[in-house]
C-alpha cells in the first residue's frame, strides 16, 4: 500500500504540469462546491440570526382558539382551561432540550398605567421568579423579585430600560412609583435584556413580533394580576431552550405536555400552541438549500470533466508503462497488484486534487464574503467528504486503465517499443 503510493507520488512529481493539468477539473469542482457549501452555511446561520436574535432562545406557548391566538384582553374567558400551575411549569422545565421555563400574563398597549402625568403604551406583564432568567434579562439597577414579593403579595414592579426612557426619561427609576389601575406600584429594579446580536425586521409580523415592545415592559408579580384585570385568566409560559436548534422541539415537546396536563385535546376549540421564530428561520433556510443545491449540482459537472481527464491521462501513463508492466507480470506480478497499483495512483492523484480544491475552495469563499458582504463559514464535514470523494472519482475513473494495464499480455507488453 504505501509502496504504490510511493510511487504514485514519485510518478506525479516526474510528471508535474501535466499531473497539475489533469487535476485542474477536480480541483475547480471542488473548490466551487466548497466555496457553494460554506456561502449556504454562512448564509442560514445568519437567517437564523437575523430572525431569532441569538443569545435567547426563547420559546413562547400561548392558548389558540380554533388556530387563532387568543385575545385575552378583548375576550370573555375561556371555558374548560385551566389555569396553569407551578407544577406543569416544572415538568416544562425538566424536559431534556429545555433550561428554564416561566408562567407569565401581559397586556400589550396597557393604557391604564401612568406615572404622574406621563401614560405609558408599552407592555404590561405578570410574571413569575423565573421569567427574568428565561428571556436572558438582567437587573442592572435595585433588584429583582424575590420570594418573598410573591408570597407577601407585594405592589412592586420592574421596568425594562425601554419603559424607564419613555416613562422617567434619565432619572432613576428606583423607588418612582407607577399608577397601574387604581393601584400604586413601587418600581425597585431596571432590568436589561442581553442579546449578541439583533433580529433584522424584514416583514410587518416581524415588526409586530419585536417591535410590539419598543415603548418597553413594565412586570409585576403574576398573583398581582387578579387585583388589575381578572382572576383565573389563562397563563401563557416561556422557556429557554439549550440552544436555537434545540427551539423547535422544545416548543413542541413542552406543548404537548401542556396540552396533555391541562385536558386539551383535539376535540377542545382551545389548545397551547409553541410560538418558534427559528420554525420560520428553518423554512427560509429550506428555500436557500433548494436553490443553492442547484448551484451543487452544476458545479459537480466540472469533476465529471476532472474524472475524465483522470481516465485519459492514466490510459497514457498505462501506455508509456508498457513494458515495464509487461516486465512486472514475467517476473510473477499478479493482476490485481498491477490493477492496484494504477487505482493507488489515479486516487492519489485525485486526492490531491481533492486537497488542493478544499484549500482554494476557502479561499474563494472568503474572497465571494468580502466582496459581497455575504456571512460564510466553513463546514468541516463537506470539506473531508469533497477530499473522499475525490479519491472515489480516482477510483471510479482509474478502474478501466487500471484493468487495461492488469489484463495485459506480458509477451506483447514487452514486444512494445
Given at each position: 500500500?504505501?509502496?504504490?503510493?510511493?510511487?504514485?507520488?514519485?510518478?506525479?512529481?516526474?510528471?508535474?504540469?501535466?499531473?497539475?493539468?489533469?487535476?485542474?477539473?477536480?480541483?475547480?469542482?471542488?473548490?466551487?462546491?466548497?466555496?457553494?457549501?460554506?456561502?449556504?452555511?454562512?448564509?442560514?446561520?445568519?437567517?437564523?440570526?437575523?430572525?431569532?436574535?441569538?443569545?435567547?432562545?426563547?420559546?413562547?406557548?400561548?392558548?389558540?382558539?380554533?388556530?387563532?391566538?387568543?385575545?385575552?384582553?378583548?375576550?370573555?374567558?375561556?371555558?374548560?382551561?385551566?389555569?396553569?400551575?407551578?407544577?406543569?411549569?416544572?415538568?416544562?422545565?425538566?424536559?431534556?432540550?429545555?433550561?428554564?421555563?416561566?408562567?407569565?400574563?401581559?397586556?400589550?398597549?396597557?393604557?391604564?398605567?401612568?406615572?404622574?402625568?406621563?401614560?405609558?403604551?408599552?407592555?404590561?406583564?405578570?410574571?413569575?421568579?423565573?421569567?427574568?432568567?428565561?428571556?436572558?434579562?438582567?437587573?442592572?439597577?435595585?433588584?429583582?423579585?424575590?420570594?418573598?414579593?410573591?408570597?407577601?403579595?407585594?405592589?412592586?414592579?420592574?421596568?425594562?430600560?425601554?419603559?424607564?426612557?419613555?416613562?422617567?426619561l434619565k432619572e432613576n427609576p428606583i423607588g418612582k412609583v407607577l399608577e397601574i389601575g387604581r393601584t400604586a406600584y413601587t418600581v425597585v429594579?431596571?432590568?436589561?435584556?442581553?442579546?449578541?446580536?439583533?433580529?433584522?425586521?424584514?416583514?410587518?409580523?416581524?415588526?409586530?413580533?419585536?417591535?410590539?415592545?419598543?415603548?418597553?415592559?413594565?412586570?409585576?408579580?403574576?398573583?398581582?394580576?387578579?387585583?388589575?384585570?381578572?382572576?383565573?385568566?389563562?397563563?401563557?409560559?416561556?422557556?429557554?431552550?439549550?440552544?436555537?436548534?434545540?427551539?423547535?422541539?422544545?416548543?413542541?415537546?413542552?406543548?404537548?405536555?401542556?396540552?396533555?396536563?391541562?385536558?386539551?385535546?383535539?376535540?377542545?376549540?382551545?389548545?397551547?400552541?409553541?410560538?418558534?421564530?427559528?420554525?420560520?428561520?428553518?423554512?427560509?433556510?429550506?428555500?436557500?438549500?433548494?436553490?443553492?443545491?442547484?448551484?451543487?449540482?452544476?458545479?459537480?459537472?466540472?469533476?465529471?470533466?476532472?474524472?475524465?481527464?483522470?481516465?485519459?491521462?492514466?490510459?497514457?501513463?498505462?501506455?508509456?508503462?508498457?513494458?515495464?508492466?509487461?516486465?512486472?507480470?514475467?517476473?510473477?506480478?499478479?493482476?490485481?497488484?498491477?490493477?492496484?497499483?494504477?487505482?493507488?495512483?489515479?486516487?492519489?492523484?485525485?486526492?490531491?486534487?481533492?486537497?488542493?480544491?478544499?484549500?482554494?475552495?476557502?479561499?474563494?469563499?472568503?474572497?465571494?464574503?468580502?466582496?459581497?458582504?455575504?456571512?460564510?463559514?466553513?463546514?468541516?464535514?463537506?470539506?473531508?467528504?469533497?477530499?473522499?470523494?475525490?479519491?472515489?472519482?480516482?477510483?471510479?475513473?482509474?478502474?478501466?486503465?487500471?484493468?487495461?494495464?492488469?489484463?495485459?499480455?506480458?509477451?506483447?507488453?514487452?514486444?512494445?517499443?
Amino acid at each position: 500500500m504505501f509502496e504504490n503510493v510511493k510511487l504514485a507520488l514519485q510518478g506525479i512529481w516526474s510528471h508535474k504540469m501535466r499531473s497539475l493539468l489533469t487535476m485542474l477539473g477536480i480541483i475547480i469542482g471542488i473548490a466551487s462546491i466548497i466555496s457553494i457549501v460554506s456561502t449556504i452555511k454562512g448564509t442560514n446561520e445568519q437567517i437564523k440570526q437575523n430572525l431569532v436574535g441569538s443569545g435567547t432562545n426563547a420559546v413562547t406557548v400561548t392558548l389558540y382558539e380554533n388556530d387563532s391566538p387568543m385575545e385575552l384582553a378583548w375576550s370573555a374567558l375561556p371555558s374548560g382551561v385551566p389555569v396553569m400551575t407551578d407544577a406543569v411549569r416544572s415538568q416544562v422545565a425538566n424536559l431534556d432540550e429545555v433550561e428554564d421555563a416561566s408562567l407569565f400574563r401581559e397586556r400589550t398597549y396597557v393604557s391604564e398605567l401612568f406615572y404622574q402625568n406621563t401614560a405609558f403604551s408599552g407592555t404590561l406583564r405578570g410574571v413569575d421568579i423565573h421569567y427574568l432568567n428565561v428571556n436572558n434579562y438582567s437587573v442592572v439597577v435595585g433588584r429583582g423579585f424575590l420570594p418573598a414579593d410573591f408570597k407577601q403579595y407585594r405592589q412592586v414592579a420592574i421596568v425594562d430600560t425601554d419603559a424607564a426612557q419613555s416613562l422617567f426619561l434619565k432619572e432613576n427609576p428606583i423607588g418612582k412609583v407607577l399608577e397601574i389601575g387604581r393601584t400604586a406600584y413601587t418600581v425597585v429594579g431596571l432590568a436589561e435584556q442581553k442579546r449578541t446580536s439583533e433580529p433584522v425586521i424584514n416583514t410587518l409580523e416581524d415588526y409586530n413580533l419585536y417591535m410590539g415592545e419598543s415603548g418597553g415592559t413594565v412586570f409585576v408579580p403574576v398573583n398581582q394580576w387578579p387585583n388589575l384585570y381578572r382572576y383565573e385568566e389563562p397563563m401563557s409560559l416561556c422557556l429557554k431552550a439549550r440552544s436555537t436548534d434545540a427551539m423547535t422541539r422544545a416548543g413542541q415537546r413542552a406543548t404537548k405536555l401542556v396540552n396533555k396536563a391541562l385536558g386539551l385535546g383535539e376535540k377542545s376549540d382551545y389548545k397551547y400552541q409553541s410560538n418558534d421564530i427559528s420554525q420560520q428561520a428553518r423554512k427560509l433556510q429550506e428555500l436557500s438549500n433548494a436553490t443553492n443545491m442547484q448551484l451543487v449540482w452544476i458545479a459537480s459537472i466540472s469533476l465529471l470533466v476532472g474524472g475524465i481527464g483522470v481516465m485519459n491521462i492514466m490510459l497514457v501513463s498505462v501506455t508509456e508503462r508498457t513494458r515495464e508492466i509487461g516486465l512486472k507480470k514475467a517476473i510473477g506480478a499478479q493482476e490485481s497488484r498491477i490493477l492496484f497499483q494504477f487505482l493507488t495512483e489515479a486516487a492519489v492523484l485525485t486526492s490531491l486534487g481533492g486537497i488542493l480544491g478544499v484549500i482554494a475552495g476557502i479561499v474563494m469563499a472568503k474572497v465571494i464574503s468580502r466582496l459581497t458582504e455575504t456571512p460564510m463559514a466553513v463546514s468541516i464535514p463537506a470539506s473531508v467528504l469533497a477530499v473522499v470523494f475525490s479519491m472515489l472519482i480516482g477510483v471510479v475513473f482509474g478502474l478501466l486503465p487500471a484493468y487495461k494495464a492488469a489484463r495485459m499480455n506480458p509477451i506483447e507488453a514487452l514486444r512494445r517499443e
